[in-house]
């Protein structure tokens, strides 16, 4: 009877150390401010397949940011820009979601399921995504 206690407490440490189901957790930041350069950076650019969490902060003083997740067909896949409106046309896109508006100093999440393959993040407010804006997000199996 002793050692099945040990053996129950030694199960629950191991299911306490090993969450399986954890979602993966990527920090977005970004910054800048109108006219000047712009950045969205990730912490990490190469992730495992599965439940995803996003938290993305807007590090900029004055400006308002956002962050749009996009599936792409192929690591390489250009993203053509409307250059009369300064963004890209997230209808020929295929979006998974967005944080959109995010306050200067504000924070915000996105929870997606990701299959392997690439993504971009970027930001489409007006000129953004042509200010540097975007960043490539890599899911292995
Ligand atoms: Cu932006």
């Known amino acids: 009877m002793r050692s099945f206690r040990h053996t129950l407490a030694a199960l629950a440490v191991i299911c306490l150390a090993t969450p399986v189901f954890a979602a ?10 109108g006219g000047g350069p ?5 912490d990490q650019s190469t992730i495992k397949a599965g439940e995803t969490t996003f938290l993305v ?4 003083m004055s400006e308002e940011h956002e962050m749009v ?20 046309n997230e209808k020929k896109l295929n979006s998974m ?7 200067p100093g504000a924070d915000g999440g996105l929870k997606a399921k990701l299959v ?5 993040l970027l930001c489409n407010i007006k000129g953004h995504f042509q200010a540097g804006m975007h960043a490539m997000l890599t899911v292995t199996k």
Do not use: C, F, W
Request: proline share 2%; aromatic share 2%; glycine share 10%.
């Open 97 to 103: 979601g967005e944080v959109s508006e995010l306050k």
């Open 38 to 42: 712009m950045t969205l950076t990730l």
């Open 57 to 60: 902060h807007n590090d900029a």
């Open 69 to 88: 997740l996009v599936k792409l067909k192929s690591a390489d896949q250009k993203i053509a820009v409307d250059t009369a409106k300064g963004r890209v």
């Open 116 to 120: 392997p393959g690439s993504y971009v």
């Open 24 to 33: 993966t957790r990527v920090e977005v930041t970004e910054g800048g401010e």
